[in-house]
């Protein structure tokens, strides 16, 4: 990393950014802005914390083993993020909200999808229940 100059790392992000998706990229700048820091000079904005988290907790292992490689939000940092989320019994209406959003986003396609394999696993639950 340290052998790329700004023009270079340019270029080199417009080459990367053609097969990668936009949390990959956010990803990649992140470690690239604060490959210079010192560990306690690195500055994680809320998206690339969220990113990480979601990378910590589907894979620790291999978060803390790319994590010597390249410069991650530490585990203790992304532990306080996490505990700014304030979880209630009963039902999350960030859930709901959050699902609404992205079954907005779906194609016409992918919803029919979804319709007929929930209508299948019902089907397949009263064809069990009356056995």
């Keep these: 990393m340290k052998f790329v100059s700004g023009v270079e790392l340019n270029t ?5 950014s053609t097969s990668l998706n936009a949390e990959g990229i956010r990803l990649l700048k992140g470690i690239f ?7 306690k000079g690195r500055r994680w904005n809320f998206e690339d914390k969220m990113l990480a988290l979601s990378f ?33 019994a009963g039902i999350n209406g960030h859930v709901f909200g959050a699902l609404q959003h992205s079954l907005q986003k779906l194609t016409e396609t992918s919803t029919v999808v979804s319709c007929l394999m929930k209508c299948q696993s019902e089907t397949e639950c009263l064809f069990q229940s009356e056995a």
């Excluded at 080199?12 to 990367?16: G, K, Y």
């Excluded at 802005?33 to 560990?39: G, Q, S």
């Excluded at 978060?63 to 700014?84: A, D, E, G, K, N």
Aim: hydrophobic fraction near 35%; charge should be positive.
């Design 33 to 39: 802005r604060n490959n210079k820091c010192k560990p």
């Design 12 to 16: 080199l992000m417009e080459d990367i």
């Design 56 to 88: 910590l907790e589907r894979s620790p292992k291999s978060y803390s083993f790319v994590q010597l490689l390249r410069p991650l939000p530490s585990t203790r940092t992304l532990q306080s993020v996490l505990s700014t989320v304030h979880f209630a």
